[in-house]
């Protein structure tokens, strides 16, 4: 009987979506797999995915358009290696995702069918593999069926890791082993041991009021790779995606930018179309011009949205190309086929993270991460769309390749003893308030102050407001009993204060950063990343 205080594995995946499972396909040729979700397994942001993969698959496409494109929307920050690398695997990963069972959408072409490639803001060709608006949802079935059928890999649900297992070495650098993980549903904290662990976690939407992301983001790889020790950056740059359904029941849901590939115009409520006023490629710019646009306009004129409008194309042609934003649209009282889509702005993608290797090497040995908790610099300063799914697939694969070869090397190493957990003291129902409060707050200050337009005033109230959180709740979190929300939160104002410490770092304004005091660029200053470590 498997001891349930103690979990050893030589692999330890935390977090469940296309990087955590990629990974761990891969990482089952060579030992045995633990993967932990915090939710339900198919509960990942990569679920949300509408768009697609962007990769180079048509003979009129190219690798060097894609990497140019790729550099271009990152506003002088990309590593060039890494767009290469992430670029031309690219086509790897895709085969990869198609073997196990993925169905991206065909058309019939010539004598017989060929997969439909999309076109989105910032691509100069049609590269973006997708199944209808719902490739993220495909992708992870595809991929938890491959998953279910391999006996090497355990999946345990609704494990929300706490903190990182971490050792110092006798050359002074630490090493991961593992991490203690709370049973959220018995209250239980386990430890979970391996010799090589991937942070899969994914981003942050949640530090935001406004977010298309899933529940579950509330950037927990990123704060617990943080206390680790290990380097993070380029957390200033988030990505706000410019159009997420503005309804008051719609919680947040997703526009993809497809319908801005097939030909939607952005208009003001009198139909006046505002996107050539801004860039040359007018609906079809990189996403942080189209944000601020929209962001510009509605401040100008007071309003609380604008609308996307794809009316002039066949109804059935949406209905097709379209149909989970259709029968989501429809089911708020909008027919996208003859209706405009109100639409306003809201986080959708970090662009920083855990600064990796291209092997997804993190600055402490045996801890690697892929994904959206990772910073490749694949994405520099803006990521270019569809580029997301993309660099999970490719860097999961690479980060499994480097740590079979890392727990080769010392599999008959016996694994080293932790502690278990120590737990507080029992919570006081009455004292709940303490934890909604504080959440909201956060959430509040980070929107109002360090969204898509900043200022060194806005900054400045930020960071005296979340050192404040910090501190309430690094005595909360000491004394009592810990349970998923305060965890959460815990990480939550964690990511928070990093997000301002990078932002307030950067006396400029590039890609995703906008600060109204430093409006341009400063290449000879700040052509570089943000870095922060603990203690620094």
């Known amino acids: 009987m498997e001891n349930q205080t103690r979990i050893e594995s030589d692999f330890l995946v935390i977090g469940g979506g296309i990087a955590g499972l990629m990974f761990a396909l891969k990482a089952a040729e060579a030992g045995s797999v633990v993967v932990l979700t915090k939710a339900s397994e198919a509960d990942a942001n990569t679920s949300y995915a509408q768009g697609g993969i962007a990769s180079v698959w048509s003979v009129e496409d190219s690798f060097e358009a894609h990497i140019a494109d790729t550099m271009r929307a990152g506003a002088g ?41 999309g076109r989105e803001g910032g691509h100069s060709f049609r590269r973006v593999l997708h199944a209808q608006d719902l490739t993220g949802r495909e992708i992870m079935r595809a991929l938890t069926e491959a998953v279910s059928s391999k006996p090497a890999i355990r999946v345990y649900e609704h494990h929300l890791a706490l903190d990182l297992l971490v050792r110092s070495e006798p050359s002074g650098k630490k090493s991961c082993w593992g991490a203690y993980v709370l049973d959220r549903k018995t209250g239980q904290v386990k430890l979970f041991v391996a010799r090589a662990t991937l942070l899969a976690t994914g981003g942050a939407g949640k530090v935001y009021l406004y977010t298309t992301n899933a529940d579950i983001a509330s950037g927990d790889g990123i704060a617990m790779a943080y206390r680790a020790g290990a380097a993070v950056g380029n957390l200033e740059f988030i990505q706000f995606h410019p159009t997420c359904l503005y309804h008051p029941m719609a919680k947040s849901f997703l526009i993809s930018e497809a319908l801005r590939g097939e030909g939607a115009i952005l208009r003001l409520p009198n139909g006046e179309r505002f996107m050539p006023r801004y860039h040359p490629d007018a609906e079809l710019a990189p996403r942080d011009v189209v944000a601020r ?64 290797d291209l092997f997804g090497r993190t600055s402490i040995r045996r801890l690697y991460a892929a994904g959206e908790v990772a910073m490749t610099g694949l994405h520099g300063a803006n990521r270019l769309a569809s580029n997301s ?94 349970d998923s929300d305060l965890v959460e939160l815990r990480n939550l104002v964690t990511v928070a204060d990093l997000i301002v410490r990078c932002a307030m770092w950067r006396k400029e304004s590039r890609g995703l950063h906008y600060n109204i005091d430093y409006p341009y660029a400063d290449d000879i200053n700040y052509g570089r990343n943000s870095r922060i470590e603990e203690g620094a």
């Open 293 to 356: 646009a929209i962001d510009a306009e509605m401040k100008r004129h007071g309003l609380d949205m604008v609308y996307l409008d794809i009316t002039h194309k066949p109804a059935d042609f949406i209905r097709r190309r379209f149909p989970n934003i259709f029968a989501r649209c429809l089911s708020f009282g909008v027919d996208i086929t003859c209706q405009p889509i109100p639409v306003v702005p809201a986080a959708h993608y970090m662009c920083g993270g855990v600064i990796t």
């Open 77 to 117: 920050l990309c590593d060039r290696a890494a767009v290469e690398t992430i670029v031309r695997e690219g086509p790897l990963a895709v085969r990869d995702l198609i073997e196990i069972g993925t169905r991206f959408t065909k058309v019939e072409q010539g004598d017989g069918n060929e997969y439909d490639l």
């Open 389 to 482: 799914l993309l660099e999970a697939a490719v860097m999961a694969r690479r980060a499994a390749f480097s740590a079979r070869e890392e727990v080769r090397q010392d599999a008959r190493c016996k694994l080293p003893d932790f502690p278990l957990w120590e737990p507080g003291r029992t919570i006081n129902s009455d004292e709940r308030v303490l934890i909604t409060n504080s959440w909201d707050e956060t959430r509040r200050v980070m929107w109002n102050y360090v969204g898509i337009v900043r200022s060194n005033e806005r900054l400045a109230r930020a960071h005296r407001r979340i050192a404040l959180l910090q501190e309430e709740i690094r005595n909360y979190y000491g004394e009592r009993v810990i």
